[in-house]
């Protein structure tokens, strides 16, 4: 069978939250089969656990933000990401702090964090929930129109479109695709940074949010250019970076998904809209699990680890 998947060994590592811009430390730890993914606050009185669930998300300013009470964890996109693009179905996340790390803005460092500590099989089926009816969620009209939708797909693919009329961002491809049978996740998604632009920062930071935020966490431009001296790591970084967010957003449905995304201009208040949507429709998907690699599908069957 397909089984679940978690990590060997304990890992950890520190970091500034990009909105917060406080230090934080980070630990990694194996969990049990069916426990999935579990945040928890070290740093409170009493440890608080956050499950990475749709229903439990907050906030959606710049960020996906776990609330439990007045208690949250923002910013776990990236490592929820990391968590979807490795296939990893169970693991313990500790924080001493309010915010996952920004790292260098990508998934990057939590793929590598995460293969360091070794990717294990579990004695459990791995359950995937697996679309079918077509669900869309959308916003605004005419040019401002926002959309994304989920529909039936054997495997899992994700198609992004973006429009930011910026000259550097214009410059660069405004569609992008990829498909979890066909492309590496941790070669062409996960390093894709995070992006803003200068003449955002002063307001963002007035309601606190890029508190952290710099030309090593992020690409960051100005009215009219890329100011990171390195330039971009993808021709397409932008869109892509995108479709990263989309793929953490996405797995707080809280199983890995059996369907096709498809967007335009979607953010984490759309994907985390359109995740409920798809919980609430009852007959628009269902459970899966494979009894054999040969009865599933070719993303399905793929070795997340060589991803």
Known sequence: MLRQRTIQNIVKTTGVGVHSGERVEIVL??????TGIVFHRIDTPDVIDFPALADKVGDTRMA???QNGNVRISTVEHLMSALAGLGIDNIHVDLDAEEVPIMDGSAGTFV???RSAGIV?????????KVLKTVEVSEGEGENAKWARLEPYEGFSLAFSINFQHPAIDSTAS?????????SYAKEIARARTFGFASDVEAMRSIGLARGGSLDNAIVMDDYRILNSDGLRYDDEFVKHKILDAIGDLYLIGKPLLARYVACKSGHGLNNKLCRALLAQEDAWEIVTYDSQAAAADAVGRDWRLA
């Open 29 to 34: 730890r194996p969990a049990e089969a069916n």
């Open 64 to 66: 996906s933000v776990l």
């Open 121 to 129: 099989e579990q004695n459990a089926p791995k359950r995937f929930l």
């Open 175 to 183: 569609f992008a695709e990829v498909d979890f049978a066909r492309d």
């Open 112 to 114: 590598y964090l995460l």
